[in-house]
T-cell receptor, first 109, second 115 residues
Framework: DAKTTQPTSMDCAEGRAANLPCNHS???????VYWYRQIHSQGPQYIIH???NNETNEMASLIITEDRKSSTLILPHATLRDTAVYYC??????????FGKGTMLLVSP | DGGITQSPKYLFRKEGQNVTLSCEQN?????MYWYRQDPGQGLRLIYY???????QKGDIAEGYSVSREKKESFPLTVTSAQKNPTAFYLC??????????????FGSGTRLTVV
């Protein structure tokens, strides 16, 4: 599975959009981009995934560049409860999820 | 409500003792997984099972054992051979269909402390 690179940490003001970037320059054509988040001392929570089209659900939007080498997770109106570690993962087929260190997003009042 | 239940939430054991962590799911998921997380680190895969009575080693299987006798249950035993067992253990499950990996559902974790 392709390696992903994320910033170690980011800050966001409550009510503003949080834009979390992820680089996956070696992603292959059959690999999806997945996003999970982990609130402190809890299990990770699935957020969204996509292949090449932009995706949106009730939690977030996923924007994937045309060359698929990077993506951005957008939380449109961040709240304090969105403070968590966010993981960007590229994987395909029957591969198992592997987690890097992710991005620690701190949402402040 | 469907979900994954891990028990207990906190577990203390003396060094040299084996300990079994429970994981039960009622989501009718085919696959189940065990991960370990150390402070400030990502999750590392210990074992996974795609089907009943079958399981595969993950990246850090040494010192651990599992069984998958029922679709709903995937217990993890931390043996005395595991050098650094103190960690946060997470169980997950997923529905495998075709070539797509559907999202994983995680339990709330068991924090094991060995003294």
């Amino acid at each position: 599975d392709a390696k992903t690179t994320q910033p170690t940490s980011m800050d966001c003001a409550e009510g503003r959009a949080a834009n979390l970037p992820c680089n996956h320059s070696t992603i292959s054509g059959n690999e999806y981009v997945y996003w999970y988040r982990q609130i402190h001392s809890q299990g990770p929570q699935y957020i969204i995934h996509g292949l090449k089209n932009n995706e949106t659900n009730e939690m977030a939007s996923l924007i994937i560049t045309e060359d698929r080498k990077s993506s951005t997770l957008i939380l449109p109106h961040a709240t304090l409860r969105d403070t968590a570690v966010y993981y960007c993962i590229a994987l395909s087929g029957y591969s198992t999820l592997t987690f890097g260190k992710g991005t620690m997003l701190l949402v402040s009042p | 409500d469907g979900g994954i239940t891990q028990s207990p939430k906190y577990l203390f054991r003396k060094e040299g003792q084996n300990v079994t962590l429970s994981c039960e799911q009622n989501l009718n998921h085919d696959a189940m997984y065990w991960y370990r997380q150390d402070p400030g680190q990502g999750l590392r895969l210990i074992y996974y099972s795609q089907i009943v009575n079958d399981f595969q080693k993950g990246d850090i299987a040494e010192g651990y054992s599992v069984s998958r006798e029922k679709k709903e249950s995937f217990p993890l035993t931390v043996t005395s051979a595991q050098k650094n067992p103190t960690a946060f253990y997470l169980c997950a499950s997923s529905m495998n269909r075709g070539v797509f990996n559907y999202g994983y559902t995680f339990g709330s974790g068991t924090r094991l402390t060995v003294v």
